[in-house]
């Protein structure tokens, strides 16, 4: 029964694919939410994303949550950090927790520092005095759980909320992913697919929406009229990737990932990541991203991705490990990934 299951769900993914795919590229850049898209958390951005059959604990909420209840742990945190482009910093925060029968639930907070923006208007555009502190965040609920020891299962629901400016918007996102671990047998092989941001529609409101303005067909004078902002559809993204984990010798484990994301409004992805990790305490990490799309377009962050890692329970018994990311970025600055990482 799981394996129809399995069967189902990736036959049901490749005739999306092939719908999507068509689309895409006449939809880019008219997405709601497209915060949901920029990549959290050091150690998997290290493989430039690939691990989506493999990814577990706390790093599974946001690559493909069926990998959270695979946590070694049965409580752990993690704190991310990302410096972004035009100097936006990316805070996220999760949380799992494994219930004995039950499965693993996980909370996530994903923030976004976009600092101060002076307002300008058609008299004064150098900036009337006055700035704009957008807030923009993403809350998460995550269930995840092991079928078997070969199949696991997990879904996310985000609540996403953005205002600036006396307007805001509010959605709700979600996630569904299943991995399959060892498939036909074969040692160390894995199967993931994730179905990300599909959703309710996004569209703005408040008080800033309202004018003041004459109708010349009424007699009414100056009045208030407000403006119907437009609304759009989540940023849906469907991810299919493939892992191979093997022991060289009794100090060091090496895997490699492969993935590919089929984005519905923009380019597509094609992510290929591996890591060498000593003595399951030291780890280092690479990756490369290839997103061109038919026409040429190239993304910003079409490259190679660097990173490396340390667990200090494997070394020092003590429940805290560091994962470090570089991701170079075409006409802006590299960006750095920071995580800190607790288990219980």
């Known amino acids: 029964m799981k394996k129809i299951v399995l069967i189902t769900l990736v036959l049901v993914t490749l005739a999306l694919l092939g719908t999507m795919q068509s689309l895409a590229q006449s939809k880019a850049g008219t997405s709601a939410a497209p915060e949901l898209l920029i990549p959290i958390g050091a150690k ?47 805070s996220y925060l999760a949380v799992g927790t494994r219930f004995e029968g039950f499965g693993s639930l996980g909370l ?73 671990q060892n498939p036909a047998s074969l040692k160390g092989l894995s199967l993931g697919v994730v179905v990300r941001n599909v959703g309710t529609t996004m569209q703005y409101g408040g008080s800033s929406l309202w004018r003041q303005a004459s109708d010349v067909n009424s007699i009414r004078g100056v009045t208030y009229y407000k403006i119907e902002a437009a609304s759009y559809q989540m940023p849906s993204v469907i991810d299919i990737g493939v892992g191979y984990k093997l022991s060289i010798d009794e100090s060091f484990d090496a895997s490699l990932s492969a993935a590919y994301e089929n984005d519905n409004y923009g380019i597509d992805g094609y992510r290929i990541g591996g890591q060498l990790v000593f003595m399951n305490a030291i780890a280092v990490r690479a990756g490369y991203l290839y ?10 962050f079409q490259n190679y991705s660097l990173g490396a890692g340390i667990n200090l329970e494997k070394l020092v018994n003590v429940g805290i490990s560091f994962d470090y990311a570089y991701v170079p970025v075409q006409y802006f600055s590299g960006n750095h990934l920071l995580d800190i990482r607790m288990n219980f």
Do not use: C
């Open 108 to 180: 996530s907070l994903r923030s976004f520092n976009i600092g101060t923006i002076p307002v300008t208007t058609e008299d004064q555009p150098d900036g009337n005095g006055q700035q704009l502190n957008p807030t923009f965040f993403t809350l998460g609920l995550t269930y995840s759980k092991q079928l078997s020891d070969r199949v696991s299962i997990g879904a996310t629901t985000n609540l996403v909320s953005e205002s600036f400016g006396g307007v805001s918007a509010m959605g709700v996102a979600f996630d569904v992913g299943v991995q399959y």
């Open 291 to 300: 997103s061109t799309d038919h026409s040429g377009t190239v993304s910003i």
């Open 44 to 90: 998997n951005v290290a493989m430039a994303g690939a691990g989506i059959s493999s990814v577990n604990g706390t790093d599974a909420i946001a690559w493909n949550p069926a990998g959270l209840d695979g946590s070694e742990n049965p409580t752990s945190a993690l704190f991310s950090y990302r410096a972004y482009i035009a100097d936006i910093g990316i």
